[in-house]
């Protein structure tokens, strides 16, 4: 059972390393194809200023598209399209 359980964090370490290989395979091989490897989505960008007591002020910069990859983890500095998608609005603190 010790034995078990000292394998076990390797196995799954193991597993996450080729599904990460995987992931990056496919990508390249989307690239290389040119088969939409790459996309894009609309996002809404706005700065949180904060004021005095406490307060905050928004101001609103509009919509840009970002680029994003088709893939499960991010690669070549894109983020994914899935957790893109899931966090269109981007708040910069200042």
Do not use: I, R, S, W
């Given at each position: 059972m010790k034995r078990a359980l000292k394998i076990a964090p390797l196995l799954l370490f193991g597993l996450l390393c080729l599904v990460y290989?995987?992931?990056?395979?496919?990508?390249?091989?989307r690239v290389a194809e040119n088969r939409g490897a790459l996309g894009t989505v609309t996002v809404y960008s706005y700065y949180a200023i904060q004021k005095k007591g406490n307060k905050v002020e928004y101001?609103?910069?509009?919509?840009?598209?970002?680029?994003?990859?088709?893939?499960?983890?991010?690669?070549?500095g894109y983020a994914p399209c899935w957790y893109v998608e899931r966090h269109r609005e981007q708040r910069t603190d200042i």
């Open positions: 290989l995987a992931d990056y395979a496919v990508l390249k091989y101001v609103f910069n509009g919509t840009q598209n970002e680029t994003c990859v088709h893939t499960l983890f991010p690669h070549m």
